[in-house]
T-cell receptor, first 113, second 111 residues
Framework: DAGVIQSPRHEVTEMGQEVTLRCKPI?????LFWYRQTMMRGLELLIY????????DSGMPEDRFSAKMPNASFSTLKIQPSEPRDSAVYFC???????????FGPGTRLTVL | GESVGLHLPTLSVQEGDNSIINCAYS??????FIWYKQESGKGPQFIID?????DKRQGQRVTVLLNKTVKHLSLQIAATQPGDSAVYFC??????????FGKGNQVVVIP
């Protein structure tokens, strides 16, 4: 298996632009997690899905952030409009429901100018 | 690669020596803990886990110790190698599926 796949790996955009991050979980996994990592705050859970249904989005910072999981093999995290403070590395992880180990993707490094 | 943290606690270890990385957790009711390793430019990778009904678990060159009395977790790496240079995170299980991650510790192996 290729593991969790994220795209793009790097994204540089200007303040106010829309940003869409993409994730393909490991085949067969039915839980998906979006994290944000910064120097100041470390690794923070933004939202997670079980069986394509959002379970907990309490970590989503603002209404500018939204996440979808239209099917078991694809999820997006969208920021609209983006701001410089959104600059971070965004990770997607997947697991099996009921299992604790999460498998992380390589991350997307987002820079908002 | 992705910058994980320039201000993390850092442990410098001579190659071949043993490393001990410590972590304090907050929730005395947590029943599961996990250690992740994050190399530069990569996502966190699973190292080892432990349930609260155990106080020690060993893997290949790694041992995790759990002290529930003081809510402390440690990761021991035997015969540290250059490939062990990374940031190490402990995480505790929260609720059904969530993991709460610590801030991380940087390990630098000196050849």
């Amino acid at each position: 298996d290729a593991g969790v796949i994220q795209s793009p790996r790097h994204e540089v955009t200007e303040m106010g632009q829309e940003v869409t991050l993409r994730c393909k979980p490991i085949s067969g996994h039915n839980s998906l997690f979006w994290y944000r990592q910064t120097m100041m705050r470390g690794l923070e859970l933004l939202i997670y899905f079980n069986n394509n249904v959002p379970i907990d989005d309490s970590g989503m910072p603002e209404d500018r952030f939204s996440a979808k999981m239209p099917n078991a093999s694809f999820s997006t995290l969208k920021i609209q409009p983006s701001e410089p403070r959104d600059s971070a590395v965004y990770f997607c992880a997947s697991s099996l429901v009921g299992y604790n180990e999460q498998f992380f993707g390589p991350g997307t490094r987002l820079t908002v100018l | 690669g992705e910058s994980v943290g320039l201000h993390l606690p850092t442990l410098s270890v001579q190659e071949g020596d043993n490393s001990i990385i410590n972590c304090a957790y907050s929730n005395s009711a947590s029943d599961y803990f996990i250690w992740y390793k994050q190399e530069s430019g990569k996502g966190p990778q699973f190292i080892i886990d432990i349930r609260s009904n155990m106080d020690k678990r060993q893997g290949q060159r790694v041992t995790v110790l759990l002290n529930k009395t003081v809510k402390h977790l440690s990761l021991q790496i035997a015969a540290t190698q250059p490939g062990d240079s990374a940031v190490y995170f402990c995480a505790e299980k929260e609720g059904n599926n969530r993991l709460a991650f610590g801030k991380g510790n940087q390990v630098v192996v000196i050849p």
